[in-house]
């Protein structure tokens, strides 16, 4: 079945840090890809999506990820943090395959906490 | 603006004891979900809907039921609580896949 990896649990950063949050994917279809964001206290919410339709790239409120079919990857980037960045993000996917495209598979989602 | 709500927000339960959870979405969207979060697990999906009067079982359903009376609503039905059920519980809605999922604002359930 579709299976979403990240392997980082946590990452701290400092205001202003880079940030780079890696996910990779497995499927046999191609995907939709997504970001999702969750504050605490709140469910999550989307960040940024992206097909093959959109060039590959999702950009949202300073945060890119681009999608690589060849290395099965969907790392979340941004340049420089800020603190109002703390929360969980979660990469997900979403086969495009009939019927069972409105499953989405989470990733175990990677705790961002910035220190001012 | 999408809204989904859940009730309660937060409830604790006795083991073997029987917990409905609710869910009501204003978007006019088909399909419904639950997840369960736990830390380090991530959002699990438990089961879903895409249409009133059917459910779905996601990859996790042991020990859970759903039901879908109409398009807005969607319950979580824990029969015999137990202790590994304690967890955040989110409901999501989505007018058809692969669009993006709303989702409501959770259910902290703890069961004793």
């Known amino acids: 079945g579709d299976s979403v990896t990240q392997k980082q649990g946590q990452v701290t950063l400092s205001e202003d840090d880079f940030l780079f949050i890696n996910c990779t994917y497995s499927?046999?279809?191609?995907?939709?890809l997504f970001w999702y964001v969750q504050y605490p206290g709140q469910g999550p919410q989307l960040l940024l999506k992206?097909?093959?339709?959109?060039?590959n790239k999702g950009i949202s409120r300073g945060f890119e990820a681009t999608y690589d079919k060849g290395t099965t990857s969907f790392h979340l980037q941004k340049a420089s943090v800020q603190e109002s960045d703390s929360a969980v993000y979660f990469c997900?996917?979403?086969?495009?395959?009939?019927?069972?495209?409105?499953?989405?598979?989470f990733g175990k989602g990677t705790k961002l906490s910035v220190k001012s | 603006e999408a809204a989904v709500t859940q009730s309660p927000r937060s409830k604790v339960a006795v083991t073997g004891g029987k917990v409905t959870l609710s869910c009501h979405q204003t978007?006019?969207?088909?399909?419904m979900y639950w997840y369960r979060q736990d830390t380090g697990h991530g959002l699990r999906l438990i089961h879903y809907?895409?249409?009133?009067?059917?459910?779905e079982k996601g990859d996790i359903p042991d020990g859970y039921k759903a039901s879908r009376p109409s398009q807005e609503n969607f319950s979580l039905i824990l029969e015999l609580a137990s202790l590994s059920q304690t967890a955040v519980y989110f409901c999501?809605?989505?007018?058809?896949?692969?669009?993006?999922?709303?989702f409501g604002p959770g259910t902290r359930l703890t069961v004793l």
């Open positions: 999501a809605s989505t007018p058809t896949g692969p669009y993006e999922q709303y």
């Open positions: 499927t046999t279809t191609y995907p939709t």
């Open positions: 992206v097909t093959t339709a959109n060039n």
């Open positions: 997900a996917l979403a086969p495009n395959s009939g019927g069972s495209n409105a499953k989405l598979t």
């Open positions: 978007n006019n969207h088909d399909y």
């Open positions: 809907s895409y249409v009133a009067d059917s459910t």
